[in-house]
C-alpha cells in the first residue's frame, strides 16, 4: 500500500489498511488498535503522546499522516440546551452537528455530506445543493470532537446520521465509520442500538446496510400516496413506496427491533386524518414506529407548520391503531434550527 503525499488524515484509513501500512514499517498488526484507541479513546492530539509505541514509530507515523480536529467556526447554544456546532473542514467547506440533550443522556446529530443532492421540498440543506461527500476521518471527527468538548462525555450515547446529507449515498465511507463507532476495543464503543442511519430510501444501499450492520434505521417518509412523495421527494420517482416499503418488510431485524419512519407533518400536504389512516395501513406489515416532525419554518420556503390541534389529532389516530408515534418538536429553534442554517449564515445565503 502506497500513502500518497500530502500527509493524509490517519483518521481516513481503516484498521486493515493502517495494518498494511504498519507491516511495511516492520511493525505488528495490533499496533493499529493501540493507535486508534489513542486517537479515539484517549483523545490524544498528536502522535508524539502514543507512548505506548517506540519513538521511531511515533517519527514516522508524524511524517507520514496528520492528525488534525475540525475548525470549530461557530457554536450555539439553545435556550432547551441544544448545541449547534459548525465546523470547517480542511478544504474551507462547512458541515454541521448538532447536540441534542436528552432527560438522562445526550445524542448527537452528524452530517455525512457537505450539503446534500436529494433535492428534498422542504429540506433546509437542499437549497445550498451537493459538494462532496465526507471522508471516514470528517464523520469521525465530529463525534471525537464534540466528545472531547464535554464535561461529562459519558453522556453521550446516541449517534444518528441525520444531519446534512444523505448518509447511505455516501455509503462505504459512512458504513466504515459506524464499524469505528460500535468498536468497543479500539473505537467509540457505541451500542448497535443507539447508533441510527436516517435515509430518503436509497432501496439498494438499504438493503446492503442491513446485510453488513445490526444499527438501527430510520426511513423519511413523509407521504402516502406517490403523487405526494415525490412532490416533496424526487428520489420517490426512482423508489416508489411499492418499492420503499417491499424493501422495508424485508429488511433484516433483530429481536423487539423496530424500523423508525420520519413523518415530517407539513401544512394541508400530508396532514389529513386520512393520511393518517393510510399511513397506518401502509405500514401495518412491519414492525415500525413513527416519529412525526412539526415542519421548521425557514425563509424561501411555503410550507407552514400544521397547528398543534391537527399535529395531536395525527398522532392520536395513529396510536388509536396500535403504533408507538412520538411527537419529535425540534429543539434549537431560537437559534439556527433547521439543518443548514448555520452553514448558509457562513456563506452569506439569507436564513430566519
Same mark, same amino acid.
Given at each position: 500500500?502506497?500513502?500518497?503525499?500530502?500527509?493524509?488524515?490517519?483518521?481516513?484509513?481503516?484498521?486493515?489498511?493502517?495494518?498494511?501500512?504498519?507491516?511495511?514499517?516492520?511493525?505488528?498488526?495490533?499496533?493499529?488498535?493501540?493507535?486508534?484507541?489513542?486517537?479515539?479513546?484517549?483523545?490524544?492530539?498528536?502522535?508524539?503522546?502514543?507512548?505506548?509505541?517506540?519513538?521511531?514509530?511515533?517519527?514516522?507515523?508524524?511524517?507520514?499522516?496528520?492528525?488534525?480536529?475540525?475548525?470549530?467556526?461557530?457554536?450555539?447554544?439553545?435556550?432547551?440546551?441544544?448545541?449547534?456546532?459548525?465546523?470547517?473542514?480542511?478544504?474551507?467547506?462547512?458541515?454541521?452537528?448538532?447536540?441534542?440533550?436528552?432527560?438522562?443522556?445526550?445524542?448527537?446529530?452528524?452530517?455525512?455530506?457537505?450539503?446534500?443532492?436529494?433535492?428534498?421540498?422542504?429540506?433546509?440543506?437542499?437549497?445550498?445543493?451537493?459538494?462532496?461527500?465526507?471522508?471516514?476521518?470528517?464523520?469521525?471527527?465530529?463525534?471525537?470532537?464534540?466528545?472531547?468538548?464535554?464535561?461529562?462525555?459519558?453522556?453521550?450515547?446516541?449517534?444518528?446520521?441525520?444531519?446534512?446529507?444523505?448518509?447511505?449515498?455516501?455509503?462505504?465511507?459512512?458504513?466504515?465509520?459506524?464499524?469505528?463507532?460500535?468498536?468497543?476495543?479500539?473505537?467509540?464503543?457505541?451500542?448497535?442500538?443507539?447508533?441510527?442511519?436516517?435515509?430518503?430510501?436509497?432501496?439498494? =444501499?438499504?438493503?446492503?446496510?442491513? #446485510? &453488513?450492520? !445490526?444499527?438501527? *434505521? %430510520?426511513?423519511? +417518509?413523509?407521504?402516502?400516496?406517490?403523487?405526494?412523495?415525490?412532490?416533496?421527494?424526487?428520489?420517490?420517482?426512482?423508489?416508489?413506496?411499492?418499492?420503499?416499503?417491499?424493501?422495508?418488510?424485508?429488511?433484516?431485524?433483530?429481536?423487539?427491533?423496530?424500523?423508525?419512519?420520519?413523518?415530517?407533518?407539513? =401544512?394541508?400536504?400530508?396532514?389529513? #386524518? &386520512?393520511? !393518517?389512516?393510510? *399511513? %397506518?395501513?401502509? +405500514?401495518?406489515?412491519?414492525?415500525?414506529?413513527?416519529?412525526?416532525?412539526?415542519?421548521?419554518?425557514?425563509?424561501?420556503?411555503?410550507?407552514?407548520?400544521?397547528?398543534?390541534?391537527?399535529?395531536?389529532?395525527?398522532?392520536?389516530?395513529?396510536?388509536?391503531?396500535?403504533?408507538?408515534?412520538?411527537?419529535?418538536?425540534?429543539?434549537?429553534?431560537?437559534?439556527?434550527? !433547521?439543518?443548514?442554517?448555520?452553514?448558509?449564515?457562513?456563506?452569506?445565503?439569507?436564513?430566519?
Amino acid at each position: 500500500m502506497i500513502i500518497d503525499t500530502p500527509r493524509r488524515d490517519i483518521k481516513d484509513l481503516g484498521r486493515n489498511t493502517l495494518r498494511q501500512w504498519l507491516a511495511q514499517q516492520g511493525e505488528a498488526p495490533y499496533r493499529a488498535d493501540q493507535i486508534w484507541r489513542w486517537i479515539y479513546r484517549d483523545q490524544a492530539d498528536t502522535f508524539d503522546t502514543m507512548s505506548n509505541l517506540s519513538k521511531s514509530l511515533r517519527q514516522t507515523l508524524a511524517a507520514t499522516f496528520t492528525l488534525d480536529r475540525p475548525t470549530l467556526a461557530n457554536h450555539e447554544v439553545a435556550r432547551d440546551g441544544a448545541e449547534k456546532f459548525l465546523f470547517e473542514l480542511q478544504d474551507g467547506r462547512h458541515i454541521e452537528s448538532v447536540l441534542i440533550p436528552e432527560r438522562n443522556h445526550a445524542t448527537l446529530c452528524i452530517s455525512s455530506q457537505v450539503g446534500c443532492a436529494q433535492n428534498c421540498r422542504f429540506c433546509f440543506t437542499a437549497t445550498g445543493g451537493w459538494e462532496r461527500n465526507l471522508t471516514r476521518g470528517e464523520i469521525l471527527g465530529q463525534v471525537r470532537d464534540v466528545k472531547y468538548r464535554l464535561r461529562h462525555p459519558e453522556i453521550l450515547t446516541n449517534i444518528v446520521f441525520m444531519g446534512m446529507g444523505e448518509p447511505l449515498a455516501n455509503y462505504r465511507n459512512v458504513v466504515d465509520a459506524i464499524h469505528l463507532l460500535l468498536d468497543n476495543k479500539a473505537g467509540f464503543g457505541f451500542s448497535q442500538r443507539k447508533v441510527t442511519v436516517s435515509t430518503a430510501g436509497l432501496v439498494p =444501499q438499504m438493503e446492503k446496510l442491513g #446485510r &453488513e450492520t !445490526a444499527i438501527s *434505521l %430510520a426511513v423519511s +417518509l413523509n407521504a402516502t400516496d406517490n403523487a405526494t412523495r415525490s412532490r416533496l421527494m424526487p428520489i420517490n420517482q426512482r423508489y416508489p413506496l411499492e418499492t420503499l416499503l417491499a424493501a422495508c418488510r424485508r429488511y433484516p431485524l433483530r429481536p423487539y427491533r423496530r424500523i423508525t419512519f420520519e413523518y415530517i407533518l407539513i =401544512q394541508g400536504i400530508n396532514d389529513r #386524518r &386520512e393520511d !393518517a389512516r393510510r *399511513l %397506518a395501513k401502509l +405500514l401495518r406489515p412491519i414492525r415500525a414506529k413513527i416519529n412525526l416532525i412539526p415542519f421548521n419554518e425557514h425563509e424561501g420556503c411555503r410550507f407552514r407548520c400544521p397547528t398543534e390541534t391537527v399535529i395531536r389529532q395525527f398522532q392520536n389516530d395513529l396510536v388509536n391503531r396500535g403504533y408507538t408515534a412520538i411527537i419529535r418538536n425540534s429543539k434549537g429553534r431560537d437559534i439556527s434550527a !433547521a439543518c443548514g442554517q448555520l452553514r448558509a449564515r457562513t456563506a452569506g445565503r439569507p436564513i430566519t
